[in-house]
């Protein structure tokens, strides 16, 4: 196992879960109450027996103010109070959910994560910004506080499904690209092993990403600029996934390939390394061809919304795989391609 620590999080990547109250000081709270996916819970259920739990269906359409008000019926039913520890056992959805409850219930209690997929433990789990939707509209209502602990049991992977498992690596190669050449290096020759979930190469991989991660929320907890970063390919991938539907790695992994090839934005990304970056894409089946979709369509979207708040679009692109930029270009530039 190893720690990592950021702000004063630490993240035990590679923990077992049943090693809870050992890693983590459980006994100054009343009681801990788990915050558990339906899903996980019916797979390893007999790994949840020592502590109390509220169980959230599998889905989006949880992240809302009307489930969260559920949750909260079921912690004053269950007794919980000031000095109650929740954690949440599940992949981005139950991360959010819980980071929310926990912020706001009593006006804030302590809260904890054990992600259980690929994208929840390299991504959804560390960082602090936990919300719910309304209507159309993704995360407009949250709050920004960080958990107590995340416990990364590399365990929960092996019931992964496999588009689970791509959602996660679309992921772990922006961090590459954003950040360390070597790590998406890395990557490229461990292609096979990953597929594979090798548990040594798994392991590396998570610890990378939870590495690079943390350090730019640490830095930069607020998104004042550092932290614009992570939202390379997300800027259309948001949109990719509102407007087709698709999940959440596969809608980043075409945000990422139309940012990297959009020619009317200024950037520095060789077409060697756009196509390395779009074959490592492909590697782990996640899709790559954006013309199979009404792109055109969905650019205006995504302008036409951007356009109601600036004249101005903030892109992240490449300079190069492993350093990445903030780009600001004139929304109308873009428009009259
Ligand atoms: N909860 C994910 C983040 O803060 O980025």
């Known amino acids: 196992m190893k720690i990592i620590h950021y702000k004063s999080t630490p993240v035990f ?14 006994s100054g709270y009343s009681k801990v109450i788990l915050v558990i996916d339906e899903n996980v819970f019916r797979l390893w259920e007999n790994r949840f027996t020592q502590f109390e739990y509220l169980i959230v269906p599998s889905g989006e359409e949880q992240k809302s103010l009307v489930f969260v008000e559920k ?7 269950l007794g919980a109070d000031r000095s109650t520890l929740l954690v949440g056992v599940g992949g981005g959805v139950v991360c959010d959910i819980t980071g929310f409850l926990g912020a706001v219930f009593m006006r804030g209690i302590d809260f904890g994560f054990a992600p259980t997929t690929l994208l929840a433990q390299v991504d959804a789990a560390i960082g602090g910004k936990n919300g719910v939707n309304t209507g159309d509209y993704k995360n407009m209502i949250g709050t920004i506080v960080q958990p107590k602990f995340i416990l990364t049991d590399l365990l929960f992977l092996n019931t992964l499904p496999v588009i689970e498992f791509a959602n996660g690596m679309a992921e772990i190669i922006k961090h590459g690209c954003i950040a360390d050449a070597t790590y998406f290096s890395y990557i490229e020759s461990n292609v096979e092993a990953i597929t594979k979930r090798q548990l040594d190469v798994l392991r590396f991989v ?12 640490a830095q930069d907890e607020r998104e004042s600029g550092l932290r614009k970063l992570l939202n390379y390919g997300h800027t259309f991938g948001h949109a990719i996934e509102k407007k087709f539907g698709l999940p959440h790695g596969y809608s980043v992994s075409l945000g990422i390939m139309l940012v990297n090839t959009l020619v009317v934005i200024p950037q520095n990304l060789k077409a060697d390394e756009s196509l390395r970056i779009r074959q490592l894409l492909a590697n782990f089946g996640l899709p790559v061809n954006y013309e199979e979709y009404p792109i055109k369509e969905l650019l205006e979207l995504v302008l036409h919304d951007k356009k109601r708040l600036s004249d101005e679009l903030h892109l992240i692109t490449l300079k190069t795989i492993g350093q990445a930029e903030i780009v600001p270009f004139k929304i109308d530039k873009l428009t009259k391609e």
Do not use: C
């Not at 990547?13 to 459980?26: F, Q, R």
């Open 71 to 77: 949750l909260v019926q079921g912690l004053i039913a």
């Open 13 to 26: 990547v590679d923990g077992k879960w049943e090693d809870l109250p050992k890693l983590v000081d459980i």
């Open 206 to 217: 998570i610890q990378r990403s939870v590495e690079i991660k943390a350090s730019i929320v």
